[in-house]
């Protein structure tokens, strides 16, 4: 399975492979392309209609809701006395709904730009610096490409807890000899309390987003033309002038990429919240809220809805606006776990 | 690395000046490979020690909002300047030993942090397999005798090797199907394409009660029924079903959410592919008569295997860690139990890490043989660049 158009996660080819060509040159025949219209409109309208039914059902009273289904409203389109606006303004005052979206941007924003630069760094130099071990390490990077997340929660919620604690009671010894006592059991450790903090949930997103955004950046930082880091070395440019000022600068396409990729990731993470930030109102964030919502009330449905829609707006805002960039994140990313 | 031979500075592909080869004594390659693990350690030490100090000082002093706003500046700029901060010290170091030691303090954070989030757990969460609820006592295999013989996880293993069957295949056959279709027409392409699309943006959660709506159920004769599913079915003169408690084809219902919100990714990335496909292949093929459903059997699907095998794998891997729409749309009820809902659920709700930790060795295995074939596939991609 080597080569092909997209097992190289090529940000540049899948660039070049966006602009439409068209219309096949064989189907020229108007009744086929009627055909296929047709064929494509119904899968649409399969595909969306989960969707639009959840967005006029957010919009209608509690008691049109439960009298009549969502699709009964384009009989009475113009009857306003079914549409509010109620349902959004509840959930999001005492579903709490507020306070969760404002939670998901503080969780969303840094857990996207800290891998980011990090990545940044080690692309550079996993692409244009010579070092022991550059070979090794980026193998390692690409084999933890697909390890799941699963894997890590026990043992990171361990250490969120209690800090890590190692033992080194082989140094008993040393240290009886040196204090005069008997000492069995040595251990040394940083108390750590990360659970149901945001940093934890940062350094956690951080974590498990890092393998995939080194990979991406250094397969674009790598195909950077070498002329170019060549002559603004003879201009004198050190690694750091070079980064920010050439490569950075340069790599606008392959960060957004990912930072778009990475950004509705956390967004509409639902499994990392849960385990390192936890229920609580305070932290909680819209996913949470929205399963919260889903188990407590699990029939007012102009709450669900709402509070559902709530937490597709940005991430369909972000879609619809950066759609190109989000594409070629996902194409590059293709082989992420 | 005792007695390293300074490298070449700043070599790119086509390598840098050579500059001439100096020995250094065992003494300062001791210095060198310790200020690079200095080096590759400050960044991440730093990041934390400044952003746990400021959330610190901030708790319960200033408003929550506050405190975000501040954390989103600090944890957007933070890692930044401790990099510069980083960088600025090395260049106080000789230069020879400066040269040597930057890689590691640009590349070192990275694999710390890797280290600490991945590699780390991976061998404990290996230690704590072997380990009781709590993670202290040893417990042998029993937590693997656990996995394979307790009727809700084989319920599981068996649930998640049809989702492996049933859902990439779904999906990347709709998504290959509509890609060869939205690829006809002309000027709406893109539109159509962003519609089946759309569903990737959306949380899986937000997807399950999108789809939890779309089942809903009442009892007949309590009301009309406002689930469309329902409302189709009741219409053409059936009884309403409570769709999720539908045993086994419960599981089908929800593999349906998976296979909407993952066509679009199969779509997009054949639909690429497929616009690879030489022209002058396909103008061959017409003019030789072939019809438009031989050319797509016989060109364009085995042009774009490689394709469509990549969309496979990093399906069948999204699929293993489905949990989400599990655990939103039933809780795992009514036989409806997957691998990654049963990690979870012995981990946080039963609080066994042990067999959550054995669950989760056997979702690692079961990776393994993709993570082999990424890493042959990058070496052999290396070899010829």
């Known amino acids: 399975m080597s080569g092909g158009p997209v097992t190289v996660p090529d ?327 | 690395m005792a007695d390293v031979e300074v490298q070449k500075p700043e070599a790119g592909p086509t390598g840098g000046a050579a500059y001439p080869k100096e020995r250094r004594g065992f003494g300062s390659s001791v210095l060198v490979v310790v200020l690079s693990l200095v080096a590759a350690l400050a960044v991440p030490v730093l990041t934390y020690v400044l952003l746990n100090g400021t959330f610190n000082a901030m708790s319960g002093r200033v408003s929550a909002v506050l405190v975000g706003v501040v954390a989103i500046i600090i944890g957007v700029v933070g890692v930044f300047a401790m990099y510069t901060l980083v960088d600025l010290g090395i260049k106080r170091l000789p230069d020879n030993i400066g040269r040597t030691v930057q890689p590691y303090a640009w590349a070192g954070p990275a694999v710390v942090v890797l280290g600490i989030y991945l590699v780390y757990p991976a061998i404990n969460t290996v230690q704590l397999s072997f380990a009781d609820a709590t993670g202290e006592g040893f417990v042998g295999w029993d937590n693997y005798r656990y996995v394979f013989s307790d009727p809700a996880m084989l319920r599981s293993l068996r649930n998640t090797l049809f989702w492996i069957f049933v859902v990439p295949a779904a999906a990347v056959s709709i998504g290959l199907g509509f890609a060869v279709l939205a690829d006809k027409l002309r000027r709406t392409e893109s539109i159509a394409k962003s519609m089946i699309f759309l569903p990737m943006a959306i949380s899986f959660v937000g997807a399950g009660i999108v789809w939890r709506f779309v089942y809903s159920f009442r009892v007949e004769g309590s009301g009309e029924q ?63 008569g072939a019809t438009e459903i031989q050319i797509f059997w016989r060109i364009i699907v085995p042009t774009i295997m490689s394709s469509i095998v990549v969309v496979f794998t990093t399906m069948i891997i999204g699929v293993l860690k489905v949990f989400d729409i599990v655990w939103v749309m039933t809780g795992g009820q009514d036989g409806t139990e997957v691998i990654a809902e049963r990690m979870i659920r012995n981990m946080f709700t039963f609080r066994n890490f042990g067999r959550g930790a054995a669950v989760a060795v056997f979702m690692f295995l079961a990776v393994i043989p993709v993570m082999y074939i990424n890493v042959r596939r990058f070496r052999e991609e290396e070899a010829t660049r």
């Open chain 2, 226 to 288: 406002i689930g469309i599913l329902n409302a189709i079915k009741v219409g053409l003169g059936g009884a309403p079903v409570d769709w999720l408690a539908v045993v086994p084809w419960n599981n089908l219902l929800l593999m349906v959410i998976m296979i909407w919100l993952q066509t679009g990714f199969a779509m997009v990335i054949l639909s690429g592919a497929i616009k690879g496909v030489p022209e002058d292949m396909l103008e061959a093929a017409r003019l030789d």
């Open chain 1, 11 to 337: 940000i540049e080819k899948t660039k070049a492979a966006q602009p439409t060509r068209g219309s096949e040159g064989g189907v020229s025949d108007p009744r086929s392309v009627q055909v296929v219209r047709v064929i494509v409109g119904i899968i649409i309208i399969l595909w969306l209609i989960p969707t639009v039914g959840l967005l006029i059902t957010s919009l209608r009273t509690q008691g049109a809701i439960e009298t009549s289904g969502w699709w009964t409203v384009f009989g009475s389109l113009f009857d306003t006395s079914q549409w509010t606006l109620t349902n959004y303004q509840e959930v999001l005052t005492s579903g709490g709904f507020d306070s969760a979206f404002v939670n998901t941007l503080i969780v969303a924003v840094p857990s996207t730009v800290m891998p980011i630069t990090m990545a940044a760094f080690a692309a550079y130099a996993f692409s244009w610096m010579e070092f022991k071990g550059r070979y090794f390490l980026f193998v390692f990077v690409v084999a933890l490409l697909v390890v799941p997340l699963q894997v890590a929660l026990i043992p990171i919620l361990r250490l969120y807890a209690g800090g890590p604690e190692l033992n080194i009671s082989f140094l008993s010894g040393i240290a009886g000899a040196i204090s005069g006592y008997d000492v069995e059991r040595v251990t040394a450790g940083i108390p750590l309390s990360l659970n149901g903090t945001f940093l934890g949930v940062w350094l956690a997103h951080m974590g498990f987003g890092l393998p995939l955004a080194i990979y991406l950046l250094r397969n674009f930082m790598g195909s950077l033309p070498s002329e170019l880091m060549e002559s603004a070395r003879i201009d004198g440019a050190d690694h750091f002038a070079i980064f920010t000022r050439l490569v950075i600068p340069l790599s606008v396409p392959a960060l957004a990429s990912f930072a778009i990729f990475q950004f509705l990731w956390v967004f509409n993470d639902f499994l990392v919240a849960l385990v390192f930030l936890g229920e609580t109102a305070d932290v909680r964030v819209l996913t949470i809220a929205l399963n919260a919502l889903n188990g407590q009330r699990g029939e007012a449905w102009h709450l669900l809805t709402a509070g559902a829609f709530i937490s597709m707006v940005l991430p369909l805002v972000v879609f619809f606006s950066l759609q190109r960039y989000f594409v070629r994140g996902l194409t590059a990313g293709a082989v992420k776990g």
